[in-house]
């Protein structure tokens, strides 16, 4: 039994912590989960599943909603689609896997998927956005929430009206990222338009945009009002900031720390090759900014995981544990470790 305050309730879903990891494909797998869970993310969602996908045989697709063994509560799946009896279908034969919230993304801008009025083209066909919830809401026993975007592009924001449809039809929580489907990434989000959105509904809303430190953290709830914080893209090799910890605090020791449990949650998820190959995409982020970039071929190329923890000690042999991440990130070099050569460190440029 939690004795924490819940932050707040999706439904009678208590949500204990005000951040959380975004769906982010190919990011937010089951492996990035439990490294992120340990630093104190509220509530996790999986990586969005098409309704296509989920209604027929057995695919790799069903496996983006994987639970870690451990359990994950509590859990969101996100899904999409632009049929609603679809999305009915494949969430009723989720909802049995472990969700304790289904989630329909409406705020993915990729052509494929919106263009086809899925994703933030579900924004666009507000009968769908009513129909689709009036459905989920009637027949599941989890609650039903939705993400959203500021609209289509800059001319046409609805993101009020739709959310006032989603939660007339049973939503239980609104989520927005401040930025149209045309601005992609790029931009300032507008936390104007997350305060406004906070007004407008009776449920708890969720912010997501331009979160970088854990001031942005607070400095996003205060001006918006917002229940709690999605974090992205800046969680990718910082899942320190869902526990309100600064990247810039750490030293090198807590970063080579978390690798070593990264690296052991991917390749008991996935096996050692594969596992290996998911670490190469999360090494990127975690030396992003940093001295040790130049290294990242060598464990890009480690055939086995003894052989990247190798490499691993010997980057620790030659960088002191206690070195203050900040100070790394100013580094122009350091003395190349033995089991890397020159041409590692030629490969990439600092």
């Not at 979160?211 to 992205?232: E, F, N, P, S």
């Amino acid at each position: 039994m939690n004795s924490q305050k819940p932050s707040f309730f999706i439904c009678d879903l208590p949500i204990y912590g005000d951040t959380i990891l975004s769906p982010m494909a190919a990011y937010s797998d089951v492996p990035f989960r439990a490294i992120c869970r340990r630093f104190g993310a509220a509530m996790h969602y999986t990586e969005f599943v098409p309704t296509e996908a989920l209604i027929g045989d057995p695919n790799p697709l069903w496996r983006r909603l994987d639970v870690h063994p451990a359990g994950e509560h509590p859990m969101v799946f996100q899904i999409f689609g632009s049929d609603a009896q679809q999305i009915l279908f494949a969430a009723q034969r989720i909802e049995a896997w472990g969700a304790d919230v289904i989630d329909i993304n409406m705020g993915c801008s990729v052509p494929k998927v919106s263009e086809k009025g899925a994703g933030v083209g579900m924004m666009r066909q507000p009968k769908l956005v009513a129909e689709t919830f009036r459905l989920l809401t009637r027949h599941l026993r989890v609650p039903v929430t939705g993400k959203l975007r500021l609209g289509w592009d800059e001319a046409s924001q609805n993101y009020l009206e739709i959310a006032k449809i989603m939660v007339g039809n049973g939503a239980a929580l609104v989520a927005l990222h401040g930025r149209t489907r045309s601005q992609k990434y790029r931009g300032q989000a507008d936390w104007e338009a997350i305060a406004k959105l906070k007004q407008a509904v009776n449920v708890p809303v969720l912010g997501n945009g331009d979160i970088h430190t854990v001031a942005d953290i607070d400095r996003m709830k205060a001006y918006t009002g917002c229940d709690g914080v999605l974090i992205g893209r800046a969680a990718l090799g910082n899942p320190w900031l869902l526990g309100r910890i600064d990247r810039e605090q750490l030293t090198f020791g807590e970063v080579t720390a978390v690798l070593r449990q990264h690296l052991h949650e991917a390749i008991s998820y996935y096996g050692t090759r594969d596992g290996l190959r998911n670490m190469n995409r999360h090494l990127k982020k975690y030396f992003s900014g940093l001295a040790l970039k130049p290294f990242l071929p060598a464990f890009q190329a480690a055939p086995t995981a003894v052989a990247f923890e190798e490499l691993l000690h010997e980057l620790e042999t030659a960088v002191p544990s206690h070195l203050p991440i900040a100070d790394l990130r100013q580094m122009s070099h350091f003395p190349l470790p033995r089991k890397f050569t020159a041409k590692d460190a030629e490969s990439a440029k600092i």
